[in-house]
């Protein structure tokens, strides 16, 4: 059975009672992976991974690759330049959820995607999710998904769901367990001031949290169970 639990608060977690094997545990706090805006050296008008270029901050890392799909109209992407990559600028968060850096996607013009590598079937996974306060438009997304199953989309659409701006402005706590395949976080924006952040990332195998301090704030409803 998969459960998935959301938050908009900041949650200590009590170890469970048997023992935990931490396949993989990233909140971005390698300063070597600090630098400059981004520019993407790819072709902007067609599906392709990043690459870290000298000086700017990194795309990718230790267990996480990124990627840039332009829209159906292609832009200029990341190719003028933006804020993605790792950072330690705390002032659309506050505070990073886990240490002093985190990870940023902002101004894509297009979909930037940070996937975190397969550690194979059967395991759980949290991490902290955070939206910057602004006005966000129809054809701006976020989709965050572990192989087949998706933990949480949030638009701005007619479709009756969460809208960005709803959940924005406070760090969502994502925990879900029994899920195969691999992280993936999608973010579609045209503007500097539109930022999702992603911090304290941990998969495992083993015990489970305890989840007595979880609660839902301002997110009611989208703590789920997952399909069996």
Same mark, same amino acid.
């Given at each position: 059975?998969?459960? *998935?639990?959301?938050?908009? *608060?900041?949650? #200590? *977690?009590?170890?469970?009672?048997?023992?935990?094997?931490?396949?993989?545990?990233?909140?971005?706090?390698?300063?070597?992976?600090?630098? $400059?805006?981004?520019? %993407?050296?790819? /072709?902007?008008?067609?599906?392709?991974?990043?690459?870290?270029? %000298?000086?700017?901050?990194?795309?990718?890392?230790?267990?996480?690759?990124?990627?840039?799909?332009?829209?159906?109209?292609?832009?200029?992407?990341?190719?003028?330049? /933006?804020?993605?990559?790792?950072?330690?600028?705390?002032?659309?968060?506050?505070?990073?959820? /886990?240490?002093?850096?985190?990870?940023?996607?902002?101004?894509? /013009?297009?979909?930037?995607?940070?996937?975190?590598? $397969?550690?194979?079937?059967?395991?759980?996974?949290?991490?902290?999710?955070?939206?910057?306060?602004?006005?966000?438009?129809?054809? %701006?997304? +976020?989709?965050?998904?572990?192989?087949?199953?998706?933990?949480?989309?949030?638009?701005?659409?007619?479709?009756?769901?969460?809208?960005?701006?709803?959940?924005?402005?406070?760090?969502?706590?994502?925990?879900?367990?029994?899920?195969?395949?691999?992280? #993936?976080?999608?973010?579609?924006?045209? #503007?500097?001031?539109?930022?999702?952040?992603? %911090?304290?990332?941990?998969?495992?195998?083993?015990?489970?949290?305890?989840?007595?301090?979880?609660?839902? +704030?301002?997110?009611?409803?989208?703590? #789920?169970?997952?399909?069996?």
């Amino acid at each position: 059975m998969k459960n *998935l639990v959301l938050t908009g *608060l900041f949650v #200590s *977690l009590a170890a469970g009672t048997a023992t935990a094997d931490m396949l993989y545990s990233q909140s971005f706090e390698d300063t070597s992976l600090l630098g $400059d805006k981004y520019f %993407d050296l790819g /072709d902007v008008t067609v599906f392709h991974w990043l690459q870290n270029n %000298d000086g700017q901050a990194a795309v990718n890392g230790d267990g996480f690759n990124a990627w840039f799909q332009p829209f159906e109209t292609p832009g200029v992407g990341l190719g003028d330049g /933006d804020y993605v990559g790792v950072t330690n600028y705390a002032g659309n968060v506050g505070a990073f959820y /886990d240490g002093d850096q985190g990870y940023q996607m902002s101004d894509t /013009d297009g979909i930037m995607g940070l996937d975190i590598d $397969d550690f194979g079937a059967g395991v759980n996974v949290s991490f902290a999710i955070f939206l910057a306060t602004t006005g966000y438009e129809d054809t %701006d997304a +976020l989709t965050v998904s572990y192989g087949d199953d998706v933990l949480l989309q949030l638009g701005n659409g007619d479709d009756g769901g969460l809208g960005m701006e709803t959940a924005a402005g406070t760090w969502i706590f994502i925990e879900a367990t029994d899920v195969s395949g691999n992280l #993936s976080i999608a973010f579609a924006s045209n #503007s500097g001031s539109e930022a999702v952040f992603i %911090d304290d990332i941990n998969i495992w195998t083993g015990a489970i949290p305890a989840p007595g301090a979880l609660a839902l +704030l301002g997110l009611a409803g989208l703590a #789920s169970r997952r399909r069996r």
